[in-house]
């Protein structure tokens, strides 16, 4: 700030505090220097705060020290008794403006530019008041003790309620005309009555006649708190600018009428009880108001951004290339989006339900029909997990048909005491009809190599016994044929297995997966003892039956014990776990090891094609093991995934497989 800016702020603000002080000085009801209110309280809080930022503080603190001692001694209290008011309201001031700067920094005046608007806000600002007050407590009444020789608790309890009065209305008014005014904002009044001149008016008008009838009229009879009901109007109604407007006028009139000998609280006998009772009054209409206009204030603008994020939120989805429905276990729709209805070629027959699979013309990709029950978010409202298929849509706006990857995940709450999930679908015709040709070429590729690469092997095997192993070079050289043939005639092996999972009709059945599994362990097991190597350790649990294709999840079982004990450090011997748990209609089998695990961030991209997570020397592969796996699981409905070993190290592969005697067995062929 520029010396000239806080010179002229400094002065009107003393201008301000001058008028504020003298007016506190007017209300002294007796010799002992006891005002009924005191509103420079709050002019000097706002004061220190909007000014406590500056290096040149001193000359506001200065300022402050002159007018209180100056208006003090001029309307009659003794030098020393204005000095002790000097320090209280310097330190009540100056802790006001520390606090509020540390507590509330973004408001008008505490460093910020914001008005108050939160519940909370005024809740600090009351915490704020509360303890300036006190400290100003400590030094006030305490040296009008340390001068009198007599310390009074009422007279303590007067400066608390009429300085946290002072500091809360006046303070808080200020505050927030401060913050309307800033940048050149509109008038202050003008803001009042915004959008409510007709109402404002008449509760103006309402809330006169009932103060006077109060204070003039009643005779003395405590009514004070039926003039509650026009602070509850006016917080309930109207803006929280007309609301601190409104308790500043109508306080400072409670006050006048009371010093006239009016109202109920001039029936008091004790000044200092009449003074605190006064100030309580103030202190309560100004809170109730503001509570209850920054709370409707807090409701309004929850509104307002909620309807926003709804706008957003709608403007997204309507928005998204891929379809998206919200649909309950009946079919009823709660949201869904244009693209879907495009995606889908026939609108339903009923907006918000959605229709039979015949009607969009839906079957597996293979044109098998689905069976009921067997959608996507069917199953995941059944099982409550995520479910993904394929599916194919044929009718008459889509005759050629269209593939689409759906996708759905139960929604973890109800609306309305109903369940839904989140089906999501995009067009995958393209990706899928390249996928199934590079398949389909893969496939073929690996069967024409086939025959050729027999031969290379026959061949070589000859060359290798005639040679002998004492042959040198050319033994060495034939040698690194023989390996080179036995890596390629892996890979071909995996190319026509992936294309078998890819391309063969799957014929479920019951599948024991216990006695699959102990037959499959008993094979590696023979073979680790054909090469000399200890045999795997394999705990099998309870394993429920399944209703799957038992050759593909031999397959299945086979690639992942195979790849636990392939991918084991040569200093372990493989410990393997193979659990399984029912759910809804659903198997989910784990498979867990103490191999070397897969590196972080790989976890997923382990099933792409090709991939290899392991590519050091004792660790070959093709990168085809796991998507079999994938396409195996994917074409009986299921999911599978990798993750470390939650048991130690090593990794964890999870998929799922239809139970067997349950509806869900009646789906596959994708």
């Known amino acids: 700030m520029t010396p000239s800016r806080h ?3 400094t002065l009107a603000f003393a201008v301000l505090y001058l008028l504020a002080t003298l007016a506190g000085r007017l209300t002294i009801m007796d010799g002992t220097n006891l005002s009924l209110v005191w509103p420079a309280a709050g002019v000097a809080a706002v004061w220190f705060a909007v000014q406590g930022g500056s290096r040149r503080i001193a000359y506001d603190a200065l300022g402050l020290s002159i007018i209180t001692m100056l208006v003090n001694v001029l309307t009659g209290a003794p030098a020393a008794l204005a000095g002790v008011f000097v320090l209280a309201n310097l330190v009540q ?10 507590w509330l920094p973004s408001l008008w005046g505490a460093g910020g530019d914001e008005q108050i608007t939160r519940s909370w806000q005024l809740w600090r600002l009351v915490a704020i008041t509360a303890l300036a007050t006190l400290a100003g407590v400590l030094v006030g009444p305490t040296g009008m003790w340390l001068l009198n020789g007599e310390y009074s608790p009422t007279a303590a309890a007067v400066w608390i309620a009429r300085n946290s009065a002072g500091t809360l209305l006046v303070g808080t008014a200020l505050l927030r005309l401060g913050a309307l005014r800033r940048k050149g904002g509109p008038c202050p009044v003008r803001v009042a009555l915004r959008g409510a001149v007709v109402e404002g008016t008449v509760l103006i008008a309402v809330s006169a006649v009932a103060y006077v009838g109060v204070f003039t009229l009643a005779h003395g009879l405590p009514l004070a708190f039926v003039l509650l009901v026009m602070t509850v109007w006016a917080g309930s109604r109207m803006s929280t600018t007309f609301v601190i407007l409104h308790a500043l006028a109508f306080g400072a009139a409670s006050v006048a009428f009371t010093l006239i000998g009016d109202g109920p609280f001039a029936a008091i006998e004790s000044n200092p009880l009449r003074a605190l009772v006064s100030q309580l009054f103030v202190a309560v209409i100004a809170v109730i108001g503001l509570a209850l206009a920054l709370g409707r204030d807090e409701r309004v603008a929850l509104q307002l951004s909620a309807d926003e994020q709804t706008r957003i939120f ?6 998204m290339g891929e379809g998206l429905a919200v649909i309950d276990a009946d079919g009823g729709m709660l949201l869904r989006n244009p693209a879907g209805a495009r995606l889908l070629g026939v609108a339903p027959i009923s907006g918000d339900k959605m229709a039979s699979t015949t009607h969009y013309g839906l079957s597996h990709t293979d044109g098998t029909p689905i069976a009921p029950g067997e959608l996507p978010f069917q199953r995941a409202l059944a099982t409550g997990s995520s479910h993904a298929m394929d599916l194919l849509v044929r009718n008459t706006a889509l005759p050629e048909g269209r593939i689409l990857a759906v996708r759905a995940t139960p929604l973890p709450l109800e609306v ?14 393209a990706d899928r009809r390249h996928r199934d040709e590079l398949a389909a070429f893969a496939g073929v590729v690996a069967h024409d190599l086939s025959n050729p690469l027999t031969t290379v092997e ?6 290798a016994d005639e040679l002998g192993d004492d042959a040198g070079l050319p033994a060495d050289g034939i040698r690194r044929i023989q390996r080179a043939a036995a890596r390629m005639r892996n890979l071909i092996n995996d190319l026509l297995a992936y294309a078998t999972a890819r391309d063969n009709a799957l014929t479920p059945g019951t599948v024991d997966l216990t006695d699959l599994t102990t037959d499959i362990v008993a094979g590696w097991a023979d073979r680790a003892e054909s090469t000399g190597t200890p045999p795997p350790r394999v705990t099998i649990g309870e394993l429920p039956h399944v209703h799957a294709d038992p050759a593909q999840v031999r397959q299945l079982l086979d690639n992942l014990i195979g790849n636990a004990i392939k991918y084991t450090a040569t200093d372990l011997i493989p410990t393997i776990t193979v659990t399984a748990t029912a759910g809804a209609g659903d198997v989910r089998v784990t498979v867990a090891d103490n191999g070397i695990g897969i590196p972080p961030g790989q976890h997923v991209a382990v099933f792409d094609n090709f991939h290899r997570a392991h590519r050091e020397a004792g660790y070959a592969g093709t990168g085809l093991g796991l998507p079999i796996c994938k396409r195996i699981v994917e074409r009986h409905g299921g999911r599978i995934l990798a993750e470390d070993n939650p048991g130690g190290t090593g990794s964890a592969f999870t998929f799922t497989l239809p139970a067997a005697d349950t509806p869900s067995a009646a789906r596959l062929k994708l």
């Open 7 to 9: 010179l002229l702020r």
């Open 93 to 102: 001031a100056g802790l006001f403006a520390y606090l509020i700067r540390r």
């Open 458 to 463: 026959g061949w070589s095997s000859e060359v």
């Open 416 to 429: 309305a005491g109903r369940a839904y999930a989140v089906s999501t679908f995009s067009d995958v015709t």
């Open 314 to 319: 709608a403007s997204v989805i309507d928005a």
